[in-house]
């Protein structure tokens, strides 16, 4: 069933338009997004390996419809920095080089009557911004929107286009009186595993009870190509490490049992003339390969989670590639359970293979020659 592991489904209206600041006769491209605060709050608090989070509640909660968030470089563009206090932004105080002799102040003012110039500091009140998309018929609808602050989004592309509505505002400007509808419904699931059973889930409704419906299952991975790449990578280069370490284990106890052979070489000697067959000199070695394969994988697991614990107390933070703003810096053990217990067999088999050879050779040693051996 779908409902014991969906944490939360929230609908999302998407459209681009020109969001304007006409006090400042400027204006710009802006892509819109509508939610619903409060569900999508709700899915900021998923947090299902128990990591770090530096997720906060949208600016958006609790505010009138007709609020909105710009992006910082929204903000910039739009000459709203000194009033929503949006930092390193350049002064954007009207410097206009005089051309030729100025217009007599009786005719200046006919141009552009009340006009005043552009306000750098801030005023009293939220400052307007007016946004215009075309509705659902084609035909161009505008809405004037309060704008509480300017956040960054984490990624410059999105930070200069964001501009962020409650549903009910996006869904009146795209379909006026029209019934609303929306671009997506998104759904929340506890882990990432779950994908499959819950698109199987969703397959049986779109072909039943939702037939009519001009929806489609699009997960993740698809809409963000990015991410699917960004696994691909880590996973070849870790892949690449993993192949590195192995052959560093395999020479280092091959080189430790080849040692061992020419150091017991007079006990190796003594155990075959009291009659311990090739099999059992083979079995010995590799045994004690497979000895110290155990150890270093118990030695390594217990190290792993020592110093995973110790980055994880630290508060570190990193900027992921395509971003400019950090993020925590966590490593995860806890849970994958799978993944330790696949590394540590993988280095006892090769442990184990490492040995093989030193035994082989220890094994068909010449009797008299092993007991004569100093």
């Known amino acids: 069933m779908l409902a014991p592991m969906l944490v939360v489904a929230t609908p999302t209206l ?42 906060r509640r949208l600016s958006l909660s609790g505010t009138a419809p007709d609020s909105a968030v710009i992006g910082t470089g929204v903000a910039r563009v739009l000459q709203l920095c000194a ?83 409650h549903l009910s505002q996006a869904q009146k400007l795209i379909f006026g009186a029209a019934p609303p509808q ?9 882990h990432t595993a779950q994908i499959p059973v819950a698109r199987e889930r969703l397959e049986v409704l779109l072909n039943s009870s939702l037939k009519d419906e001009r929806l489609g299952i699009v997960d993740y991975e698809t809409l963000n190509p990015f991410y699917g790449q960004t696994l691909a ?13 192995g052959a560093i284990v395999l020479f280092t106890v091959t080189n430790t049992m080849s040692m061992a052979v020419v150091e017991r070489t007079s006990e190796i000697g003594t155990l075959r003339a009291i009659g311990l067959r090739r099999s059992g000199i083979r079995s010995m070695f590799v045994s004690e390969g497979i000895v110290l394969g155990c150890f270093g994988a118990v030695l390594g ?16 933070t990193w ?29 006892v088999v090769v442990a184990a293979v490492s040995a093989v050879l030193p035994a082989a050779r220890a094994s068909r040693m010449n009797i008299v020659d092993a007991l004569r051996h100093v």
């Open 301 to 316: 697991i217990g190290a792993a989670l020592g110093l995973a614990w110790v980055i994880n107390q630290l508060g570190l």
């Open 14 to 55: 998407q459209f681009g338009g020109i969001a304007g600041n006409f006090a400042a006769s400027v204006s710009r491209t802006v892509y819109v997004s509508g939610t619903v605060v409060e569900e999508q709050n709700r899915m900021r608090e998923w947090n299902d390996y128990g990591l770090r989070s530096l997720s």
């Open 83 to 165: 009033r929503l206090n949006v930092p390193d932004c350049e002064s954007q105080s009207a410097s206009n080089e005089a051309q030729g002799a100025a217009l007599p102040d009786d005719i200046a003012s006919l141009t552009n009557p009340g006009s005043s110039p552009v306000e750098t500091a801030p005023s009293q009140g939220q400052p307007r911004v007016e946004i215009l998309a075309a509705n659902a018929r084609g035909a161009p609808n505008v809405a004037a929107v309060s704008v509480l602050r300017a956040e960054f989004q984490g990624i410059k592309e999105l930070d200069d286009v964001y501009v962020g509505l």
């Open 182 to 190: 929306v671009t997506a419904i998104a759904l929340q699931l506890q």
């Open 319 to 347: 900027t992921p590639p395509g971003r400019i703003e950090p993020v925590p810096l966590a490593v995860r053990l806890a849970g994958e359970h799978r993944m330790m217990l696949a590394s540590a067999i993988g280095l």
């Open 233 to 245: 990578m880590f996973a070849a280069i870790f892949g690449f490490i993993s192949v590195l370490i």
